[in-house]
């Protein structure tokens, strides 16, 4: 089938068909997520680059292949960037106000081919991290606009981070140009018309929601005194709420804790930094201005976030202690969620590093059991009904791509290539996970959407007990089978 045709029959289907209408939104006790007002589970992947790649006819192939590859795996959730900000390959916004219609047109094909292929869409609005532009980037045109140096930070700190690009993009949160211009830029995006579905994108259920951003930190709020995050968040997702009641509203971030808002958990690793609590900071965050409560605590936030990176956390322990702490962090972030913030959690970016030389699918690799340990947690937690939506490993990519930072999983769509074994050897694991989820959502009972929290909660409940029931009769039918035999 030509390109064209294919992709004007898929254009039919993310307007005619698609999810009609059908956006996902939070449960009446505000801890899940729901669609059709029953609780809803997701296994999702990351990659990032759709739509810059998407931009350029020559690597377009790669984002209809890794879309392919995501659609046979099972996934039902793809988080990606809708921005590129700068001087660059691919940028949405070369200059401040100043918009590509190319790329903005890539990103309304990147919807319309998800959509096509029952795949919600997560979008990252900037990056705290220089990559794409980022913060940076803003501040940088913020100082060109006043005149000003753009390499010296000017909020204090020792004079080695006075120059770093993170403690540069921390002064993002609070520069009035920035902030005007990056509220310029949302209202473009959201109220845009996509031109192949005709569909504006607030209105569009293809989009799960929008991240503010990914990652935040400020480096200007050591130990969150100020609490500059929470502040920006609160008031950019009040913004994004103002422009869009349909979708909801992530914080992104890492997921680092607060001064003494630690949790206590038994398991415990041990990491460059001496011995950390399970489900604690992995090392001293103390400078990097996070607290996961305070910053997802806004009523304007519909779904907390958090990431999960032990290999680069905790470079000097051993597998099993990085393993330990894994788990911890995970448990630990939906304790959060379900007794302190009342609110979903989204394990929004977890990966592990290949390991050179064990690519064969023949052995298992360290890489195998993370996987298989961070899915039975997730899937352990959505059967108990607890408050965790979904996870998404870190990253997914076309074959074509290379792998820049050793997380990046190739996942094989075509039968041909699952039986000569090619892709990465969690693909199998990643494919079961996203199996077990969707016979999870195939059980659920209607909870029902907004209403009260005390409502919800019974409804809840109720659904919880049904459940329990279940299981029970079908391990008294197994009992049975048993006993048969004798």
């Known amino acids: 089938?030509?390109?064209?045709?294919?992709?004007?029959?898929?254009?039919?289907?993310?307007?005619?068909?698609?999810?009609?209408?059908?956006?996902?939104?939070?449960?009446?006790?505000?801890?899940?997520?729901?669609?059709?007002?029953?609780?809803?589970?997701?296994?999702?992947?990351?990659?990032?680059?759709?739509?810059?790649?998407?931009?350029?006819?020559?690597?377009?192939?790669?984002?209809?292949?890794?879309?392919?590859?995501?659609?046979?795996?099972?996934?039902?959730?793809?988080?990606?960037?809708?921005?590129?900000?700068?001087?660059?390959?691919?940028?949405?916004?070369?200059?401040?106000?100043?918009?590509?219609?190319?790329?903005?047109?890539?990103?309304?094909?990147?919807?319309?081919?998800?959509?096509?292929?029952?795949?919600?869409?997560?979008?990252?609005?900037?990056?705290?991290?220089?990559?794409?532009?980022?913060?940076?980037?803003?501040?940088?045109?913020?100082?060109?606009?006043?005149?000003?140096?753009?390499?010296?930070?000017?909020?204090?700190?020792?004079?080695?981070?006075?120059?770093?690009?993170?403690?540069?993009?921390?002064?993002?949160?609070q520069d009035p140009w920035c902030q005007s211009t990056f509220l310029n830029f949302l209202k473009t995006l959201i109220l845009r018309t996509n031109t192949l579905t005709g569909v504006v994108y607030r209105d569009d259920p293809t989009i799960l929601g929008f991240a503010p951003a990914n990652e935040p930190q400020c480096l200007c709020d050591p130990g969150c005194h100020g609490s500059t995050i929470a502040t920006w968040i609160h008031r950019t997702a009040a913004e994004i709420k103002k422009l869009d009641s349909n979708h909801l509203v992530f914080m992104d971030c890492e997921g680092f804790w607060g001064p003494g808002g630690q949790p206590s958990m038994t398991c415990t690793s041990s990491g460059a930094g001496g011995t950390t609590t399970g489900g604690g900071n992995p090392y001293d965050c103390t400078y990097n201005g996070c607290d996961f409560t305070a910053d997802c605590a806004s009523n304007y936030i519909d779904v907390a976030c958090c990431h999960l990176y032990p290999d680069l956390w905790l470079q000097d322990a051993s597998e099993q202690s990085r393993l330990e702490f894994a788990v911890g962090w995970l448990d630990a972030h939906v304790e959060a969620c379900a007794n302190i913030l009342r609110k979903p959690l989204i394990l929004s970016e977890f990966g592990k590093q290949r390991a050179v030389g064990t690519n064969s699918n023949s052995i298992t690799t360290a890489r195998e059991v993370y996987f298989q340990a961070i899915f039975n947690r997730c899937l352990n937690h959505m059967q108990q009904g607890r408050p965790l939506a979904g996870s998404m490993f870190w990253t997914a990519a076309a074959k074509s791509y290379p792998d820049y930072d050793g997380f990046t999983i190739y996942l094989p769509h075509k039968k041909q290539e699952i039986d000569q074994g090619e892709g990465d050897s969690v693909a199998e694991l990643i494919k079961d996970h996203a199996i077990a989820v969707q016979k999870l959502n195939e059980s659920q009972v209607d909870v029902g959407v907004g209403g009260s929290r005390e409502a919800g909660k019974k409804l809840t409940i109720a659904h919880m007990v049904s459940r329990t029931k279940e299981k029970l009769e079908s391990k008294l039918d197994e009992i049975r089978k048993k006993l048969s035999v004798y």
């Open 1 to 173: 089938m030509q390109q064209q045709e294919k992709l004007s029959q898929q254009n039919n289907l993310s307007r005619d068909s698609g999810f009609q209408n059908r956006f996902v939104q939070v449960s009446a006790d505000r801890t899940h997520l729901c669609l059709n007002e029953k609780p809803w589970y997701f296994c999702g992947a990351n990659c990032y680059y759709l739509m810059t790649r998407a931009a350029d006819p020559s690597t377009l192939p790669d984002v209809i292949s890794v879309l392919d590859d995501l659609q046979a795996a099972g996934i039902t959730v793809v988080r990606t960037w809708a921005f590129a900000d700068g001087p660059q390959w691919s940028a949405l916004q070369p200059s401040p106000g100043v918009f590509d219609e190319n790329v903005f047109c890539a990103l309304d094909r990147v919807i319309a081919e998800a959509g096509a292929r029952g795949i919600r869409i997560l979008f990252n609005l900037i990056n705290f991290w220089s990559n794409y532009g980022g913060m940076g980037q803003y501040v940088a045109w913020s100082r060109e606009a006043q005149g000003l140096p753009t390499t010296t930070h000017s909020l204090g700190g020792k004079k080695e981070e006075q120059t770093s690009a993170a403690a540069i993009a921390s002064e993002f949160y």
